[in-house]
C-alpha cells in the first residue's frame, strides 16, 4: 500500500514569490492536514481538508492557502513568501480527523 | 497551559535501558492519543496510538494512558542506539465537532551505547 506522497521535495524560492505544494494521501484516506515545522516552534497546524472542504484552520496568515481535489489529493499555496517562511511542510492522512495519521516525507522550503 | 506538553529533554538512557517518555494533556482534548519518532531532518512515523485507559504493548513499545491524570507515556524497552530520535506526542483535539491534531514540542531521546 503506497504511503502519503509529498511533491516536490526541496524549494528553494525567493521573497515575494508564490510556491505550492501538493500531497497524496494514502489511498482510501479522505482527511489530509498540512502541518508547519520549523526548530523553533514544533509542528505547527496549518489545516485540515476532508472531501474537498475545509474543516479546520490553524493561526497562520491568509498568504496560506488550501484546497482539496476528488481525488483526495490536496495543494498548499504560500503567496508572498518571506524568509519566516523556510520550514519543513509536513502532510498527514487519515480516515477520519480524530485517526491514526501518516505523514509524507515532506517538502523543505527555504525563502532566500 | 498548553494542550499537550513534553519535556523537551535530552533524555540520555543507556543502551538496554527502559526509556520513559511523558505528556500531559489539558482538558479540552479529547481521549485519542498517538506517538510518533522523528528522526533528524526525516518525517513523524507512527509509533503507537491508544484510545483508552491503562496500557498498550507492541513488541518493545508500551504507551499508557492515566486519564485520571491527564498524562499519557509510552516505554521503550531495550532501548538501543536506532532509537536516538525525537518522539513526538500528540492528541485530538475536539473544537465544535470538528478535530484537529495538537502536538507536543517533543522529547529528544539519546540512547547511549
Known amino acids: 500500500k503506497a504511503g502519503v506522497t509529498q511533491t516536490p521535495r526541496y524549494l528553494i524560492k525567493t521573497r515575494g514569490q508564490q510556491v505550492t505544494l501538493s500531497c497524496s494521501p494514502i489511498s482510501g484516506h479522505r482527511s489530509v492536514s498540512w502541518y508547519q515545522q520549523t526548530p523553533g516552534q514544533g509542528l505547527q497546524f496549518l489545516f485540515e481538508?476532508?472531501?474537498?472542504?475545509?474543516?479546520n484552520k490553524g493561526n497562520f496568515p491568509g498568504r496560506f492557502s488550501g484546497r482539496q481535489f476528488s481525488n483526495s489529493r490536496s495543494e498548499m499555496n504560500v503567496s508572498t513568501l518571506e524568509l519566516g517562511d523556510s520550514a519543513l511542510y509536513l502532510c498527514a492522512s487519515s480516515q477520519q480527523a480524530n485517526t491514526e495519521a501518516f505523514f509524507g516525507q515532506g517538502t523543505r522550503l527555504t525563502v532566500v | 497551559q498548553k494542550e499537550v506538553e513534553q519535556n523537551s529533554g535530552p533524555l540520555s538512557v543507556p543502551e538496554g535501558a527502559i526509556a520513559s517518555l511523558n505528556c500531559t494533556y489539558s482538558?479540552?482534548?479529547?481521549?485519542?492519543f498517538f506517538w510518533y519518532r522523528q528522526y533528524s531532518g526525516k518525517s513523524p512515523e507512527l509509533i503507537m496510538s491508544?484510545?483508552?485507559?491503562g496500557d498498550k504493548e507492541d513488541g518493545r513499545f508500551t504507551a499508557q494512558l492515566n486519564k485520571a491524570s491527564q498524562y499519557v507515556s509510552l516505554l521503550i524497552r531495550d532501548s538501543q542506539p536506532s532509537d536516538s530520535a525525537t518522539y513526538l506526542c500528540a492528541a485530538v483535539l475536539t473544537d465544535s465537532g470538528t478535530y484537529k491534531y495538537i502536538f507536543g514540542t517533543g522529547t529528544r531521546l539519546k540512547v547511549l551505547a
Open positions: 491508544i484510545y483508552s485507559n
Open positions: 482538558d479540552r482534548v479529547s481521549q485519542s
Open positions: 481538508y476532508f472531501s474537498e472542504t475545509q474543516r
